[in-house]
């Protein structure tokens, strides 16, 4: 006797089984470590040992990084190759400095205790700031702000032209130095230096903040006024969040010379002996890049994911270049179903997302 298919399939017995979940590996969020390498610009600058300056750099992309730090020395690198940058009259280059889809600066000597700010727009480098005194640092805000430290003193350009802001501090040489800066708005800048100073401006005056210690800050980084770090001398590392400032475990008896926020409960600071460490709101891991030379500024163009950490030998500056790593996340996925239908023609089975079982 002929039994037709649609009679097989009223007739069938439908058996359902809930499979586990499956899962998968994704990786995102903060990367939990880095690949290094070592990218040497294989020069020899004017000056000799290189190893007493702070070596600093600017990553604008992956492939475009501005690298300084020693007698006259500013270079580029395009992911591949270094180029020696063109420069007005000058001295020793301090630092160079910048923000997304803005001009870059470098900040440093015009002469015997006078000081210059460059700008790059591009294609050249120009001298945009001569002053009496060193500069040291420079910071961008996201509105193009631009603002600069030095000996004592505090330079603003809103876009019309700089213009010098009082600190209170002596200006004469080597004595209130204020050697970093840092913000997060044209109305929201920190700078530190000397003798554990901390200031900070509103858009109009400055104030002084009470840290606590007697360090020289060299470098500062934040991802906003409530996750806000500075460095400096004898493994000094402070924490600002948003009303008072408070010291983290000291790293030791080492200078620290660079800082850089990833998130809240995560900085990386580097500095003397190849020292490189981070922080997870909790206490200090280290990571060795195999070199005891001077770590200085570090950098990231992508949120971390590409680190650049400036180093200092006694015959060049050259950096490390970190690509993110990422830990694997176990994400359940949405269970699946399988009906199994049993019939006396044979078996059909059927594979589901448990949303769809209801619309067969």
């Not at 070592?38 to 501005?66: E, K």
């Not at 004898?234 to 998130?263: D, E, H, R, Y």
């Not at 590409?306 to 993110?324: M, P």
């Amino acid at each position: 006797m002929r039994i037709s298919t649609l009679r097989i399939v009223r007739s069938a017995v439908a058996i359902a089984v809930l499979a586990g979940p499956m899962s998968a590996a994704r990786a995102d969020g903060t990367p939990s470590s880095w690949n290094w390498q070592l990218v040497s610009a294989g020069f020899s600058p004017d000056g000799g040992n290189v190893n007493s300056s702070l070596p600093s750099l600017f990553a604008a992309s992956t492939s475009d990084v501005y690298l300084t730090g020693c007698y006259r020395c500013l270079f580029r690198w395009n992911g591949t190759t270094f180029s020696s940058q063109t420069q007005p009259a000058g001295a020793n280059r301090y630092t160079v400095s910048g923000a997304p889809g803005s001009a870059i600066y470098s900040a440093g000597q015009q002469g015997y205790q006078s000081g210059n700010l460059l700008q790059f727009n591009g294609t050249t480098w120009t001298n945009v700031l001569t002053t009496g005194g060193e500069l040291f640092n420079t910071y961008v805000a996201p509105d193009g702000g631009v603002f600069v430290v030095g000996d004592g003193t505090f330079y603003r350009n809103t876009g019309i032209g700089f213009n010098s802001v009082n600190t209170g501090l002596s200006t004469a040489f080597n004595t209130d130095r204020l050697l970093a800066v840092t913000g997060f708005s044209s109305n929201d800048v920190f700078m530190g230096g000397y003798n554990g100073r901390i200031l900070r401006y509103d858009g109009t005056s400055i104030t002084s903040m009470n840290t606590g210690v007697n360090a020289a800050f060299v470098a500062m980084d934040g991802t906003s006024a409530s996750n806000l770090f500075a460095v400096g001398n004898n493994g000094i590392v402070m924490f600002f969040n948003g009303t008072t400032w408070t010291q983290l475990p000291s790293l030791g008896n080492v200078g620290l010379f660079g800082v850089k926020a990833l998130g809240p409960n995560d900085v990386l600071v580097s500095g003397e002996n190849g020292l490189l460490a981070r922080w997870n709101g909790v206490s200090w891991t280290t990571i060795n890049l195999g070199t005891t030379n001077r770590l200085g500024a570090i950098s990231t163009p992508d949120a971390g994911k590409t680190l650049f950490i400036a180093e200092a030998t006694y015959t060049d500056v050259r950096f490390r270049l970190g690509s993110a790593v990422f830990a694997p996340t176990t994400v359940p996925e949405p269970a699946t179903t399988v009906l199994v239908a049993l019939g006396l023609a044979g078996v059909m089975v059927v594979r589901a997302r448990r949303r769809g079982v209801g619309s067969v």
